[in-house]
């Protein structure tokens, strides 16, 4: 048994090599042993289901109160914006051009003399945007084509295991120059598109996992042998107790996808112009950074908080989620 | 071991093909392969066509698929649109980013397993924390902010380096890219040896090691840390790949000419038989490096065997 237990961590670490950013995922490859559901582990007074323990650690986890902190304020300030910096991001004045902070302006100007404060602010519509959208995207895709093959398995589970290798044999940022680079919208929607387009694979191999552990346990038996439908083991009994190491996964890529936006902004075939997003402010800031790193440094900072706090309320739900740790 | 070699290669087949033929329609259907060629107009249409009929661009692109990769397993990738061969572009361009993917290994390996080593031991000990604390920040910071931070600081402030690397890139100039480019990757090792080794030190076969009175040092490198390599080394022979390729990034910070530099420039102007032959040649530095890896487990781990 002990090699096999190897088995899984090869195919597993392969997603690393999605990209930089992507490699996000590495650190949801621990939950190796899935919650496997009501199995009731300790002598509780009241059976207690695997969410309302995870939600009871979750509340007392500091990781998970700063990192929530944190994002439920970046989620306002993408709602509204304008309630903490009312000026306009294009509103630029290039006589100010590199100056540094003065009063109204905190964080100073940058090379076309706009306001690094209000770009700062209204960037993170964007990320959360990009971030929000693609995970969403790659979540229904991936666990859905993965959950599938692991259900179904056969023909189909080899097909989809194929094309999961041919996609994380090529690099993520390469890939995004190549695709988006004859893209030309000034929307965050082929952004949205091409992560979810690349992203998909990593998830489906976590669903299919999730869902061939699943499958092997004895309720599921049971269910069938009462002559329970396909559709009815799925949704009811395999469903809810494979959906873990989806959510871990995808909430950790949540900020690993906004760092591949501004990475791909920054290459210059993310988002452009007049699009406001960290990884252009930095790209643009990038030359000049002599004269004036604030430019550089107040969306850098912005951009390192936002994915940190994700991969921080990743790390903290997986802790929450995973039995073995407890 | 030769029959599981055959169908590792066997296997790698399908997904070469893909992957390449993935990268061929992005580059193909997708861009307009000639739009290089006139600058920034518009190609005339007489012009267009009779470059499409030179190219071979009017054949179905399978045909032209066909026919590139028949070219390639000669060793012609073609010929970039500056009239220079490709593969005179990769004699280049290979040779500093194997330079620089090699420091970068380099780091990862030394640093990232002796974290990890160090941090697996003291699990919970103020160094376990602070060490895990930093690679969640490593981890957090895209790579071009952290390039770009090291390189106004170390660079331009501080001036221990030259901001930007010459064109010969010896390797001490490329020691603070390397750095940058595998900082991500090291967060990741240090994180895995220290998961590994907390998890193996509790294993049967150290507990032999030590009843059988052997000195500590020898117990954690000969015993421990031996099997506790596999999801590492796991780890690092498919980042060889995702270094090169994300070498993009790295090598447009520091101004390094090599394989990111021309990809960059290839996809830029639309340069497309560029841009195919140096992804293909990534696609199989992957693959190859992924087998070997698969060989070593036997190597590091005795109870596992090939058939």
Redesign the interface.
């Known amino acids: 048994m ?2 096999r237990h ?1 088995e899984p ?2 195919a597993l ?2 997603t ?6 992507d ?2 995922v ?2 949801a490859e ?1 939950p190796k042993k899935r919650p496997a559901g009501p199995d009731g582990p300790a002598p509780q007074d009241r059976p207690r289901s695997l969410w309302s323990d995870a939600w009871r650690d979750l509340r007392r986890n500091p990781v998970f109160i700063v990192s929530g902190l944190v994002i439920l304020f970046l989620v306002l300030i993408a709602l509204w914006p304008s309630a903490i910096a009312s000026r306009s991001p294009l509103d630029c004045d290039l006589s100010k051009a590199q100056e540094g902070s003065q009063a109204g302006h905190p964080f100073g100007f940058d090379g076309q003399g706009c306001d690094v404060y209000t770009r700062t602010v209204h960037g993170a519509r964007t990320s959360v945007a990009v971030g929000v959208l693609a995970t969403l995207g790659v979540a229904v895709l991936g666990s859905v084509l993965g959950a599938l093959a692991g259900f179904f398995g056969g023909i189909w589970d080899s097909i989809l295991s ?2 999961t ?2 996609f ?4 993520v ?3 995004g ?3 988006l ?3 030309t919208s000034d929307t965050v929607w082929p952004v949205i598109g091409f992560i979810v387009l690349l992203g998909w694979p990593q998830l489906s191999r976590i669903a299919r996992g999730a869902v061939i552990t699943a499958k092997q346990h004895d309720y599921v038996q049971a269910a069938r042998a009462l002559g329970a439908s396909n559709s009815r083991l799925m949704l009811r009994h395999i469903a809810p107790n494979a959906v873990a190491p989806v959510i871990v996964v995808a909430t950790i890529s949540l ?1 690993t996808y906004i ?1 591949l936006e ?2 791909l902004s ?3 075939v993310g988002l452009k112009p007049p699009s406001v997003s960290w990884g252009i402010d ?1 790209s643009a800031a ?1 030359p000049y ?2 004269n004036a ?1 604030h430019a ?2 107040w969306p ?1 900072g912005a ?2 908080i936002t ?2 706090a994700f ?2 309320l990743g ?1 903290a739900v997986r802790d929450a989620l995973d039995p073995k740790l407890r | 071991m030769g029959r599981y070699v055959l169908r590792r290669l066997l296997q790698m087949i ?3 093909v ?2 390449t033929l ?2 061929f329609l ?2 193909n259907v ?3 392969p000639i739009a290089g060629l006139c600058g920034e107009r518009r190609c005339d249409p007489a012009t267009a066509a009779q470059l499409q009929r030179e190219f071979g661009l009017d054949e179905p692109v399978r045909q032209q698929y066909l026919t590139y990769m028949g070219n390639v397993f000669t060793g012609d990738f073609g010929t970039a649109f500056n009239g220079q061969e490709v593969t005179e572009l990769m004699s280049t361009a290979f040779p500093v980013t194997v330079r620089l993917t090699l420091i970068a290994l380099l780091f990862e390996i030394v640093i990232g397993v002796t974290l990890g080593v160090i941090t697996g031991l003291g699990r919970g000990r103020p160094v376990d924390t602070g060490v895990l604390l930093v690679t ?2 490593v ?7 952290t390039g ?2 090291l390189q ?1 600081l170390l660079g ?1 402030k501080w001036g221990w380096i030259r901001p930007s690397v010459s064109s010969e890139a010896p390797f001490d100039e490329l020691i603070l890219p390397g750095l940058v480019l595998a900082s ?2 090291l967060a ?1 090792v240090t ?2 040896t220290r ?1 590994s080794i907390a998890e193996n030190r509790r294993s049967d076969y150290v507990r032999t090691a030590v009843a059988k009175g052997l000195p500590r040092h020898r117990v954690v490198v000969r015993h421990l840390l031996r099997t506790s390599l ?2 590492v080394v ?2 690092i022979g ?2 060889i ?2 270094l ?3 070498a ?2 790295t090598e ?2 520091f101004n390094i000419h090599g394989v990111g530099y021309q ?2 420039q290839g ?2 102007r ?1 340069n497309t038989q560029t ?1 195919v032959g140096f ?1 293909t040649v ?2 199989l530095v ?2 190859i490096a ?1 087998l070997v ?2 060989l070593l ?1 036997a190597v590091l ?1 005795p ?2 065997r090939y058939v």
């Open positions: 002990s090699d190897y961590e090869p670490a392969a690393a090599v999605g990209g930089t950013v490699l996000g590495e650190e621990t194929r094309i290798d041919v994380f044999a090529i690099p940022v390469l890939g120059l190549v695709l680079s004859v893209i900020g760092a501004a990475t920054y290459l210059g930095i990038s950074v002599r790193p550089l440094l850098s951009l390192a994915v940190l991969i921080m790390d | 399908p997904v070469f893909g992957a993935l990268i992005m580059v997708m861009g307009d969640l920040v981890i957090s910071v895209p790579t071009f902010v770009l931070l106004l331009v991500v990757s990741y994180r895995l998961t596999i999801p796991t780890f498919a980042d790949g995702f090169m390729g994300g993009i990034v447009r910070i990809l960059y996809i830029l639309q841009v992804v990534l696609v992957f693959l992924n890896v698969d487990y781990d109870r596992i």
